[in-house]
Each structure stands twice: as C-alpha cells, then as structure tokens.
C-alpha cells in the first residue's frame, strides 16, 4: 500500500473510531442511545432559550466596536478559548492512556510520524466540532437577529479549536518530558481543570474585589478595564472583530491557527509515538505507600470507610475534581470575607453557590463510593448484608463532604448564624438527592471510568443537575422570602421523585 | 455418602438467562475434596459457582454450604466460604497488606491475627518484596496471588476458583497449586473449574463435567474412564467424548 493510501485508510479508520465514540460519548448505552440523542437534540433547542436571553441583544451590535464591546467580547472569546483548551487536553490525555490500539498500531510496519499526524487531526477536528456543538445556539441567535455577519463567529470557533488542540498536544508532551508518563495525567487533568474554570474564578475575584459583586460584567465593562485596554487597532482585538464578521482578520487568524497546528504536527508527530510508548509502557512498580504497620481495622464498617476513604485520597480523577470545585468556591469564599467588612447583601449569593457545589461534589463522591467497585465480586462474597454495604458507602459520602463544606459553612456562622444553619441544611439535602440519585441508578462499573460516569445514564446526570440547582435556589430563597421558598422546595422534591419512579432500582 | 459430610449440596438449581446457563442441577461436594468442574465454554459452570458464591441470584433450587441455606442466611454462609474469579479484582491504588487488612476487617477477622495470616500468606507467594507497593503495577499474576491471599486470609473452609491459573506463569501456578493442595491437606474443601484438564486430572480427587448446564458425569479419574469402557484413556480424550461425541470419532 502507498504511503497516501496508508493515510488515507488511517484517516477513515480515525473518523470511523470517532464517529462511534461520539454517540457513545453522548448517549451511553446502545438500547437507549436513540431516545438519549432525541433528548439531547431537544436540549439543545431548548438551550437557544437561555442563548437569546444571554447574547440576543447583541445581535445587532453596531461596527466598528467601541472599547467597552472590545473588552467584552475578547474576554468571553479568551474564556471559551480557555475551555476548549481544557477539553482538548482531556481529548490527548485519553489518546495517550485510553486507546487499546496503540500497540497494534506501535507494531505495524506503517510509519509512524504519518499516522500520528493523522491522529493529531483527529483530536483537533473532534475538540472543534466539539466546540462548535456547544456554540451552536449562540451563534444560530446572533444570526438570526442580527444577519449573515455572524456566520464568521463559526470560523473564530473553528480557529479557537485547531489552536488549542496545537495548545494541548505541545503542554501534554512537555509534561510528559518535564514530569514522566507517571504523574502527567494526573497533573493534565489538573492543568485542564485549572485551565477551565480558573479564568472564569479570576475574573469573578477581580470583580468582589472590585465593585462586591460575583458579576464578571461589572469589571469588564468597568471604566478601569477601558482605561487599560490598547487601542482600537491592537492585534489583540482580532478574535473579537473577526467574530462581528470583519474578515480581513479572520481569515489571517484562520490560517495562523492552522500553522499553528502544522507546526506542532511537524515538531511533536514523531515524539508522539516516542510519548505514546512511553505511557503504554508504565507497567513499571507501583509507588510505594507509608507502610501500613499493624492492621487496625475491627469491623466490616470500619474496613468499609477505610477502604473508601483511602481510595478517594489517592483516586487522581476525584482530585482534579475536587480542585475544581474548591475553586468555584473561592468567589464565594472571597465574597463572605469581604462582607464581613462591608455587611452587603451580596453574602446571600454565597448560599446557593455553596449548595450547588455540595450537590456536584456529592455527585461524583457517590457514584465513586456506590458505583465504581473495582472489586464487586470481593464486597459481594463478603458476610455482609446488603444494607451494611450501602450504609457505609453513603456515610463516606457524607463525612467527605463535610470536610470540604465544614471551614467555610463555619466562617459563615461568624457572619450570620441563621444562614449558616440554612446554607448547612442546604448542603446535607443536596449530598443526600445526589447520593440517593446514585444510589437508584447505581451500575457496576471500574473506579477508572469516572470520567465517563454521566454517559451510564443522562436521566440521572440531568436529575443529579436540576436537583442540586433546586436545592440552592430553595436555600437561597429561604433566606430572602422564606414562604417563597415552599414552592421551590416542593418543585425539586417533585423532580427527585420523578427519578425514583423512572430508576431502574424501583423495580 | 450423608449430607452432613457435604461441603456443598446443590439441588435443581437453576438460571436462565436469555437461554437456560443451568438447568436442573444437582451436585454434591464433600468436606476435604478437591472439585474440578470442567466443561466447555458457555457450559455454565461460571454461572453455577457465582450462583453458590452468592453473586447470583437463582431462579430455582437450592444451595446448601456446610448445612447452611445459603439463599435464606447468606451472611452464615458467605462467613466460611471465599470466592476467586478468573480476573482478579483488586483495589490498584491499595498495597497488597492493606487489601488484605480490608478483606479481613469485611470478614471480622481480629487485627492481631489477621496480620500475621496476611503476612504468612504473602511470602509464601513471593510477594514478600512488593508489600508496602500499590497493586497498580503488578502484573497479572502478582495480581491473581494478591486475589487469593485475599480469599484464604479468613481462613474459609470452602474455596471456590473460578480459573484461577488463567494467564499464570509456571512459577505463580505451581505457587497456587502448592498453596492449595496444602489447604486441602488441611482439611478445607476447594471447587475449582478449569480448562486445563491436566491440573484437574493431578490435583483433583474428584471431577464433574459440566456442558449445557447439566452436570453430564461425575467421578475420580478411574471412574470416569470406567464410564467410558476405556482404561487407559487421557480426561482430555473423556472429556471430549462426554461434550463433543462426534469430535471424539473424528
């Protein structure tokens, strides 16, 4: 076979891989795939909704841009920019560590620098068509409100995910050198998750820091902000003109993103493979732990929290996690601090945001704790009812959750004791939807497919989201209208028995 | 042979899956045997053994282990017996002592004695340098050894292997085949299927196979040859004509 067929095969065989893994990405299991994608495409209409309430009213954004747009529509470029980049490297982290084919392919008499090129297009094409999923009802709003100027929006998404999937491949491999294959996915999930929300959490403490407030806008559209900006013909303003439909810069950032990704084909395809055999090849010893010195463990329960505790502490998926959601916690955490000096009713904002991260760490704690048992045969042969299991599973839960939430639900009973006590209530409730929802819809599954725990079932992950949203409004409204809150409350009530009736495990 | 000598007493039991993976079964093991179940795959002899273990529920039968109902008090029955599964299922980011300090806090076996069994049982299956190191790395053998240090660390009284020398070297298998004739030795009763047939035609007192989920004939090596008129007869020359009689023509 020619070296062009050779590509051209491997091509269609990577698009054929990818065109596979999307539906399965998307919608899990194969029997429900068709209602889950019908589902999602109704989601998706749907999410034109909150996309016109957003971006509608500029549509009609008149060029060329005054400072104060600049400022605005870069930021939220540089944001979506940052996102991209953090699903990219999550895309050439699993390439490296998740593919069965590597060796197949290692040992094949095919050259290796070509496929790997081809395989470097691939991820950037899934990362773009990706992230052209995810903008698609921004950009459908902007164009029909605002004309065919916006069509060009399509083309700075598409230079926004070839550079950083040329962004992604050039950090994943210099970690790989600076680090070794052992500690890089960890720290790559890391990065990617830093990468994700930390430019959203900079500019929402810059914000409290500010104006007092959690509003990124109030910053962006702040005079300070204008005063700092370069003027109108800065090279920095491209992404934002080029999206308003000028393109004589669009296409220059087209055509740089795509240089960019040739370059970093053309420097990192062959230490690809190189990179590649390096992380196949970690079956070397195991890290050694501290010693476990005498056994000490003196009931099942006892040996059940243990078990679970120490696998949560040295589970890498569950600290990148939990990095992120510590993060998102920091605005609010900033925001308390801050109140206390000023008494601003902006410390009401920190319930909700509290809660809804209770919910979402919970979330992942318990489908570690209650789904991912890498050892189901062991805990079921054991002399142990089914309910003891269950129990300490879910009091893991708990006590994980507290330890995260219990420092700053304590700074808030300084500031005001009523709402601690409500934002603690808050917490509980949401931990306890979170687990029973992971409880109803539990499968058995390895600890290592936590990243894909939402494709098992979307009912759930939707459950798990709405419940967590309802019970950090219910909190937040208690706090401003207590009898307002009743309705709330019985709306997500109402949602969490909907998912009982629609679990599996009712039956 | 009385009941009260029965390690195991199966009697009609039953699963269906999409089609029948056991059908009407009855089998009997006796205290102190070594047990090989044998049968071609899909025969249901997995199915069998996971429904004795308690990982699977039966939709007929009953199940006796040592005189207990093991479908109405799971927990007595679950206390004397292990289970080790062709794929070991263990803990990666756990060492091997800390697996086994798990296991034995599962089956409420005291700290004191619990780990100086663990540690017995890891040096005889030379794994004495990789104590204190995450199974992560292991290989499928140190992982296989890890697994069943793990089920003989209670010191059950019934061991159930469900291929266990699957994707063992020669030393890690013979580490297990010692290990486990000394058990028997000692008094405990082990099931094993596999499909090596020279292990169960060394190791085992006695033989069933299985195919379609029915037990298809049972005995010591000499009684199966009896039971198919030849002397001098290999069990894989039995075992082929008990499960694939044209197989064995050709």
Redesign the interface.
């Known amino acids: 076979m020619s070296s062009v067929t050779t590509l051209a095969w491997f091509a269609r065989h990577e698009l054929r891989l990818a065109w596979r893994e999307w539906p399965a990405m998307i919608a899990g299991r194969q029997r429900r795939r068709r209602a889950a994608i019908i589902g999602l495409l109704i989601f998706a209409a749907l999410l034109h909704l909150p996309a016109w309430a957003v971006i509608g009213r500029c549509a009609e954004l008149p060029t060329p841009l005054d400072a104060t747009s600049h400022v605005v529509i870069s930021t939220t470029i540089c944001l979506g920019w940052a996102l991209i980049l953090s699903q990219a490297i999550e895309s050439v982290t699993r390439v490296f560590y998740a593919r069965a084919d590597l060796d197949l392919i290692m040992s094949s008499p095919a050259r290796l620098t070509r496929l790997f090129s081809v395989r470097i297009l691939a991820i950037a094409l899934s990362v773009t068509a990706m992230a052209l999923l995810f903008t698609a009802p921004f950009v459908d709003v902007l164009l029909i409100g605002g004309g065919n100027r916006w069509l060009a929006a399509v083309g700075v998404v598409i230079a926004s995910g070839l550079s950083a999937t040329a962004v992604a491949i050039a950090v994943t491999i210099m970690l790989f050198r600076l680090i070794g294959p052992a500690r890089t996915r960890l720290v790559a999930q890391i990065v990617a998750a830093i990468i994700g929300a930390g430019f959203v959490i900079a500019l929402q403490v810059a914000a409290i820091l500010s104006s007092g407030t959690l509003s990124r806008f109030a910053i962006l559209t702040s005079d300070s902000a204008v005063a700092l900006a370069p003027a109108a013909d800065s090279i920095i303003w491209w992404p934002a003109r080029a999206v308003t439909g000028d393109v004589t810069v669009l296409l220059p950032l087209l055509s740089a993103s795509l240089i960019l990704l040739g370059i970093v084909m053309a420097i990192f395809s062959p230490r690809f493979a190189e990179t590649a055999a390096s992380a196949s090849a ?8 501290s ?2 010195g ?7 329960r ?3 929290l ?2 679970e505790f ?2 949560l502490a ?2 890498p998926w569950l600290l990148s996690q939990t990095l992120m959601q510590l993060l998102y916690l920091v605005p609010p955490a900033l925001l308390l601090w801050r109140s206390f000096a000023d008494n601003s009713v902006g410390l009401v904002l920190v319930t909700p945001v509290v809660v809804m991260a209770a919910g979402q760490l919970s979330g992942g704690l318990a489908w570690l704790a209650i789904s991912g048992e ?12 089914q309910m003891q299991i269950v129990r300490a599973k879910v009091e893991v839960v708990l006590i994980a959750i507290g330890v995260v939430f219990a420092p700053l639900l304590a700074g808030l009973c300084l500031a005001s004791l009523w709402q601690a006590t409500i934002t603690a209530i808050g917490v509980v409730v949401a931990a306890l939807s979170a687990t029973a929802i992971q409880l109803w819809f539990r499968v058995q599954a390895r ?2 497919q936590f990243r894909r725990r939402q494709t098992s079932s979307r009912l759930a992950t939707f459950a798990e989201a709405f419940c967590s949203i309802g019970w950090a409004a219910t909190a937040a409204i208690t706090l401003i209208m207590p009898l307002a809150a009743v309705p709330c409350g019985l709306i997500t009530l109402a949602i969490l028995a909907a998912t009982w009736v629609l679990s599996p495990r009712r039956g | 042979m009385t009941s009260e000598l029965a390690a195991l007493r199966v009697r009609g039991l039953t699963r269906r899956f999409d089609r029948p993976a056991v059908e009407a079964l009855d089998l009997t093991v006796r205290t102190g045997e070594f047990y090989a179940l044998v049968g071609p795959n899909g025969a249901g002899k997995t199915t069998t053994l996971r429904m004795v273990a308690g990982l699977l529920p039966p939709d007929g039968g009953s199940i006796s282990i040592f005189g207990i109902d093991a479908l109405r008090d799971p927990v007595a029955a679950k206390q004397v017996m292990a289970w080790v599964s062709d794929e070991p299922m263990i803990y990666d980011k756990l060492t091997p002592e800390e697996y086994l300090e798990f296991v034995a806090g599962l089956w409420g076996i005291a700290a004191a004695r619990a780990q100086g069994t663990a540690r017995q049982l890891l040096i005889s299956l030379g794994l004495e340098a990789h104590l204190g190191e995450r199974c992560e790395g292991f290989s499928k053998g140190m992982r296989q050894k890890v697994a069943l240090a793990g089920a003989l660390v209670h010191d059950p009284r019934l061991i159930i292997l469900d291929e266990p020398l699957t994707g063992l070297d020669a030393v890690s298998a013979r580490h297990v085949k010692n290990l486990l004739g000394d058990r028997v030795r000692a008094g405990c009763t082990v099931i094993m299927t596999t499909h090596i047939l020279e292990v169960a035609e060394r190791m085992a007192d006695r033989i069933g196979v299985i195919a379609a989920g029915r037990l298809v004939a049972e005995g010591t090596l000499a009684e199966l040859r009896q039971l198919s008129g030849g002397t001098d007869h290999s069990l894989e020359e039995l075992f082929i004509a008990l499960v694939d009689p044209e197989a064995a023509v050709a």
């Open positions: 970690r079956a070397a010893p195991g890290r050694k732990a010693g476990i005498r056994f000490r463990v003196r009931s099942p006892q040996a059940l243990r078990k120490l696998l040295r589970d890498d050892a189901p045969d062991l805990v079921g042969t054991a002399p142990l009812r600890r290592s």
